[in-house]
């Protein structure tokens, strides 16, 4: 079981940045792929970004390539979401995942947070 706690959430205008943490409860963080969703309000759950386990790896959805980033420590058993040039509609609930591999984080994870709300004003 691996526990998944999003911090870092908030309201920022359109053009400005926020960081997303999620911390991870297990000392076995380093070997799980992690990942990161967002659902709207009246949309369903999307892929946002995903990074293998050393961190050398690293996939986007088209609409937020270029301006986000994913990065992991493991030290701090720890994975990231560098979010600049939001927009409006990046306002969503951000989640963060957890699975086996980098194929199954972006589609189906085995593990997720309790999400943080992101809300970019225009």
């Known amino acids: 079981q691996v526990q998944l706690v999003e911090s870092g959430g908030g309201l920022v205008q359109a053009g400005g940045s926020l960081r997303l943490s999620c911390a991870a409860s297990?000392?076995?963080?380093?070997?799980?792929?992690m990942g990161w969703f967002r659902q709207a309000p009246g949309k369903e759950r999307e892929f946002v970004a995903a990074i293998n386990w050393s961190g050398d790896s690293t996939y986007y959805a088209d609409s937020v390539k270029g301006r986000f980033t994913i990065s992991r420590d493991n030290a701090k058993t720890t994975v990231y979401l560098q979010m600049d040039s939001l927009k409006p509609e990046d306002t969503a609930v951000y989640y963060c995942?957890?699975?086996?591999?980098?194929?199954?984080?972006?589609?189906?994870?085995?593990?997720w947070g309790q999400g943080t709300q992101v809300t970019v004003s225009s």
């Open positions: 297990r000392r076995t963080f380093g070997n799980y792929a």
């Open positions: 995942a957890a699975a086996t591999n980098t194929i199954v984080v972006k589609t189906t994870p085995l593990y």
